[in-house]
Nanobody
Framework: QVQLVESGGGFVQAGGSLRLSCAAS????????MGWFRQAPGKERDFVAG?????????MYADSVRGRFTISRDNTKNTVYLQMNSLKPEDTAVYYC?????????????????WGQGTQVTVSS
């Protein structure tokens, strides 16, 4: 079992930045691909960014965040990060991290076995 806990969410004005963290316990994260997803009220949970297992040599981003968000991992701390810059009101959502015991960077939520409880990000205009 892997337990994931997100932190770093909050309220920020448009153009601002936040860094989300996802800390894991139970197992080492190095054997999991990791993803960040977000869900706005009344909408589906969407893929935001993902990083491959081990060294994280492969990353993938949704078109809506590419160039503004950066995913990274620190296996020594068993933690994954999402640096979010140039935030927009449409980035407002609950952000979830998830772990997938898979090669590559899955974009489908169905590929992920473990989920955190989510952290709220609110961007004002």
């Amino acid at each position: 079992q892997v337990q994931l806990v997100e932190s770093g969410g909050g309220f920020v004005q448009a153009g601002g930045s936040l860094r989300l963290s996802c800390a894991a316990s139970g197992r080492t994260l190095s054997t999991y691909a990791m993803g960040w997803f977000r869900q706005a009220p009344g909408k589906e949970r969407d893929f935001v960014a993902g990083i491959s297992w081990s060294s994280g040599s492969m990353t993938m981003y949704a078109d809506s965040v590419r160039g503004r968000f950066t995913i990274s991992r620190d296996n020594t701390k068993n933690t994954v990060y999402l640096q979010m810059n140039s935030l927009k009101p449409e980035d407002t959502a609950v952000y979830y991290c998830a772990a997938a015991p898979r090669i590559g960077v899955p974009a489908s939520p169905r590929s992920y076995n473990y989920w955190g409880q989510g952290t709220q990000v609110t961007v004002s205009s």
